[in-house]
């Protein structure tokens, strides 16, 4: 039954979809059910496990009987912790009243929206874009406007490309540096461009989304938008969180700094919603932002490693152009050129999903498909995986790709 056709649902409802990943890991767990065996790159977790002693802090928690609810804005400790850490990583001091947090990234990323957006409200979405920005403003009354900003300009948004898509019902831009899917990291010149252009158009906010800023390959610290331009501070909204870098999804804590309007709004909202997120989770993160680093140090260098397995892997095989990722962990790659193949079985590849659905029958491997992120022509492999895998997962697509033919 559709949504529309219920009369439980709410109309919203038919504004978006599942989201593409729930969709492929249904396919997976069939493919599984049915025996057979798959090579999953569309892991968008870190394989390792959570830091020792962040563990021994949440259990430390426990003990000391912190398991009452927090306020929204989460225990003294936290906020010390989070503050801190955007001190060190923006130059910018944050107040108490300018950090929210939520239940990942991804909570307060869908509160901002909640919070700001009327019906008929604009947000650019830079495109290649994380699968969820454009249904969370579409649930929230908001429009997506997606931009697409491909190969030309090393898949990231220019300062024309940004002036091209404003429109006076512009509210945010939506900036993701590490970029999920494509590794993208905006340098502090291509930030300053985008400032100029922001500064002509006092209305439009930013969310920045840092969530992958640990996971970098570059020899300096990924820049934010705002250490560039420090003046626009008041209409920048940063969204962070430990998940990626301290291997914590299942933790779900998130982090934001902001103007103190948005960070309160944001945290009615979750006082009404869900109270706090969890107290030990909480005691877990401030270990994690406060503690030891190395462990970033250690992951980022056997990220480096596999990531150079599976650009080198993805570049011999014919047909297939992989990009290097400066930061995070998947390798964006244009197979544009396989479109139209066809396969042993005599099917015409029509779309990504159709080569995606090959590479699957023939060799186990699963990856997302670009158009999920609104960039057709292209796959999302992730690299958050055992260098056998990767390996494996190559010479699986190097023979599916083998056995097309082009008619
Ligand atoms: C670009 C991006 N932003 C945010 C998130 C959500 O992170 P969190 O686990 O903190 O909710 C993800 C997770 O995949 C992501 O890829």
Redesign the pocket.
């Known amino acids: 039954m559709t949504v529309t056709e219920t009369p439980l649902l709410a109309e919203r409802m038919s504004w978006i979809e599942e989201s593409p990943s729930s969709r492929v890991a249904d396919r997976v767990r069939a493919f599984q059910a049915a025996g057979k065996p798959v090579l999953p790159l569309t892991i ?1 977790e870190p394989d390792f496990d959570t830091p020792e002693h962040v563990k021994e802090a949440a259990i430390a928690a426990i003990r000391a009987g912190e398991t009452k609810y927090t306020s929204a804005t989460g225990t003294p400790a936290l906020q010390t912790a989070i503050r801190a850490r955007l001190a060190r990583k923006t130059g910018q001091s944050y107040g108490p009243g300018e950090i929210a947090l939520g239940g ?4 307060l ?1 869908f509160l901002a929206f909640l919070a700001t957006l009327d019906a008929g409200d604009e947000v650019i979405v830079p495109a290649p874009h ?1 699968v969820s920005y454009p249904d969370m403003v579409a649930l929230n009354g908001g429009r997506p406007v997606l931009v697409g900003a491909g190969a030309d300009t090393g898949y990231k948004l220019t300062p024309g490309l940004l002036r091209g898509a404003v429109t006076d019902r512009t509210k945010w831009l939506v900036l ?1 540096t590490p970029n ?1 899917p494509t590794g993208a990291v905006y340098s502090r010149d291509e930030l300053a461009g985008l400032a100029e252009v922001l500064r002509e158009h006092s209305r439009i906010s930013v969310l920045c ?1 840092e ?1 992958y800023d640990e996971i970098n390959f570059g020899t300096e610290p990924v820049p934010s938008l705002v250490s560039v331009a420090p003046d626009l501070r008041e209409r920048i909204f940063l969204a962070n ?1 430990v ?1 990626k870098a301290y291997a914590m ?1 299942g933790w779900r804590i ?1 982090y934001a700094a902001g103007p103190a309007t948005l960070c309160a709004a944001i945290s009615t909202l979750q006082s009404q919603s869900s109270s706090c997120p969890s107290s030990i989770s909480q005691a877990a993160a401030a270990a994690a932002l406060d503690g030891d680093q190395s462990f970033i140090t250690e992951t980022v260098a056997v990220y480096a490693e596999r990531r150079d397995l599976l650009v080198s892997g993805l570049a011999a095989i014919d047909g297939l152009r992989p990009v290097r990722p400066d930061g995070g962990f998947y390798v964006w790659t244009d197979a544009s050129r396989l479109i139209g193949a066809i396969t042993p079985g005599g099917r015409r590849i029509a779309t990504d999903a159709d080569l995606a659905e090959h590479f699957l029958e023939t060799s186990g491997v699963v990856v997302i498909t670009g158009e999920s992120y609104g960039c057709p022509g292209h796959f999302r492999a992730s690299f958050a995986l055992d260098s056998e895998t990767i390996r494996k997962a190559v010479s699986g697509l190097a023979s599916a790709v083998s056995a097309l033919r082009f008619a």
């Open positions: 968008g990942g990234a991804k909570q990323i994380w993701n999920n989304d969530i969180g998940s999804t998130g």
